[in-house]
């Protein structure tokens, strides 16, 4: 069964309001996650490193005030999309290190955005 | 820099053709390389993950190998059948302090099994 779950995994939102995407770890606890986003006929691209307790690391040209990440607990990281556009309508999806290292990772279903 | 490139973009095959779509990688430095597929407007599915220190994986029809020195893992899949069309997805995640975790992935390869 899924490790990692992602919620929700639809989303339609109107533009100029924020959407929160959830990404749980089930049975372990993730020090670490990881945020992506797709968008169409493109890759996957890494946004974000999540941090437990910290501030999250943004890739060169994401808008860390647009994107907000949040890591409070140990199993749950928080995207929100803050005033959301159209060109922000995208399949997010999250990941979780388990292990030690965190190296082993799972991957949650994804969430589509669509913006209205 | 981790670079990941699938071959070919797209491929259509007639129902029943055994097929194999390659995926290259540019730093061997990772810790595993793992196979998703995902069907339009759906979310991923793992398919088959290979550790950096084996050389393959099999599940029912597909197998996936690796050859990490040379930067290559290959996905075979036997018996293709109409619903195995989807984008069938790549990715490699890194070692070490800097990539620990972070998965780069390639563009797909966009199966079409016909009937």
């Known amino acids: 069964g899924a490790v990692v779950s992602q919620h929700p995994s639809w989303v339609i939102c109107k533009s100029g309001t924020s959407v929160k995407i959830e990404c749980r770890s089930l049975d372990f606890q993730a020090t670490t996650m990881f945020w992506y986003r797709q968008f169409p006929k493109q890759s996957l691209m890494l946004m974000a490193t999540?941090?437990?307790?910290?501030?999250?690391?943004?890739e060169q040209g994401v808008e860390k005030d647009k994107f907000l990440i949040n890591h409070a607990s140990l199993t749950l990281s928080t995207l929100t999309v803050t005033s959301a556009h159209p060109e922000d309508s995208s399949f997010y999806i999250c990941s979780a290190g388990r292990g030690l290292l965190g190296n082993t990772i799972y991957f949650g279903e994804g969430s589509w955005l669509t913006v209205v | 820099k981790q670079e990941v490139t699938q071959i070919p973009a797209a491929l259509s095959v007639p129902e029943g053709e055994n097929l194999v779509l390659n995926c290259s990688f540019t730093d061997s430095a990772i810790y595993n390389l793992q196979w998703f597929r995902q069907d339009p407007g759906k979310g991923l599915t793992s398919l088959l993950l290979?550790?950096?220190?084996?050389r393959e994986q099999t599940s029912g029809r597909l197998n996936a190998s690796l050859d990490k020195s040379s930067g290559r893992s290959t996905l075979y899949i036997a018996a293709s059948q109409p619903g195995d069309s989807a984008t069938y997805l790549c990715?490699?995640?890194?070692?070490?302090?800097?990539?620990?975790?972070?998965?780069?992935f390639g563009d797909g390869t966009t199966l079409t099994v016909k009937p």
């Open positions: 990715a490699v995640t890194g070692t070490g302090n800097t990539n620990a975790g972070k998965s780069t």
């Open positions: 290979i550790q950096s220190s084996q």
């Open positions: 999540s941090n437990e307790g910290s501030k999250a690391t943004y």
